[in-house]
């Protein structure tokens, strides 16, 4: 099955400072990813649309200063998430479409997320 | 706009049967999944309806009405393990995918 690697799982990290997460396609390409960010006893909001080759689409009310996406490659998308505030503390999920449709029904693939705890 | 509606909490009986509902309003319109996840895990997939109808798959089955912009997941044979949050959501065109709040399911003995 397709898998979709997250990293990292859990990063704790001071105000002010600036946190990468990985989003890695492993045994397909995906041109799409999609971004998604969670609080707790919340669900998943999307955050931004990543294109590979071109700038990300971020949905109304995303500072794309902030939450900088770069899809750089058909398997990799990171979010970098700039001057970090404990405000961004928050659950942050990627998933990816692969290029090519599989026979499946499902048809997007999650990372496993990333745990951004900001002090 | 976008809205996708389904309950708050659920609560049920191990052993029996539960239906979600979710009704949804969305700009576009393509497919609609169902999610299941656990606290502080990613989203599992359950299923994804395209046309109108019941799709079956174990105890898991899923239902569409485009024309009444409805769907409803129903899980037979209730296990203590099913205690999750059930995920509602919209694919709005190429797989922009808009997401419920989420039914947090209590199965209890």
């Known amino acids: 099955g397709a898998v979709v690697s997250q990293h990292p799982s859990r990063v704790i990290c001071k105000s002010g400072t600036s946190v990468k997460i990985e989003c890695r396609s492993l045994?397909?390409?995906?041109?799409?990813m999609f971004w998604y960010r969670q609080f707790p006893k919340q669900s998943l909001m999307l955050m931004a649309t990543?294109?590979?080759?071109?700038?990300?689409?971020?949905e109304q009310g995303v500072e794309k200063d902030k939450f900088l996406i770069n899809h750089a490659s058909l398997t990799l998308s990171t979010l970098t998430v700039t001057s970090a505030h404990p405000e961004d503390s928050s659950f942050y999920i990627c998933?990816?479409?692969?290029?090519?449709?599989?026979?499946?029904?499902?048809?997007?693939?999650f990372g496993s997320g990333t745990q951004l705890s900001v002090l | 706009g976008q809205n996708i509606d389904q309950p708050t909490e659920m609560t049920a009986t191990e052993g029996a049967i539960v239906q979600i509902n979710c009704t949804y309003q969305?700009?576009?319109?393509?497919?609609l999944f169902w999610y299941q996840q656990h606290a502080g895990e990613a989203p599992t997939f359950l299923s994804y309806?395209?046309?109108?109808g019941l799709e079956e798959k174990g105890r898991f089955s899923s239902f569409l009405s485009r024309s009444k912009g409805y769907s409803y997941l129903l899980l037979k044979e209730l296990q203590m393990k099913d205690s999750a949050s059930y995920l509602c959501?919209?694919?709005?065109?190429?797989?922009?995918?808009?997401f419920g709040a989420g039914t947090r399911l209590f199965v209890k003995a």
């Open positions: 969305t700009s576009g319109f393509n497919g």
């Open positions: 998933s990816a479409l692969p290029d090519t449709l599989f026979s499946t029904n499902e048809k997007l693939f």
């Open positions: 990543s294109n590979e080759g071109s700038k990300a689409t971020y």
């Open positions: 309806n395209v046309l109108d």
């Open positions: 959501a919209g694919n709005t065109g190429g797989f922009k995918t808009i």
């Open positions: 045994d397909f390409q995906a041109t799409t």
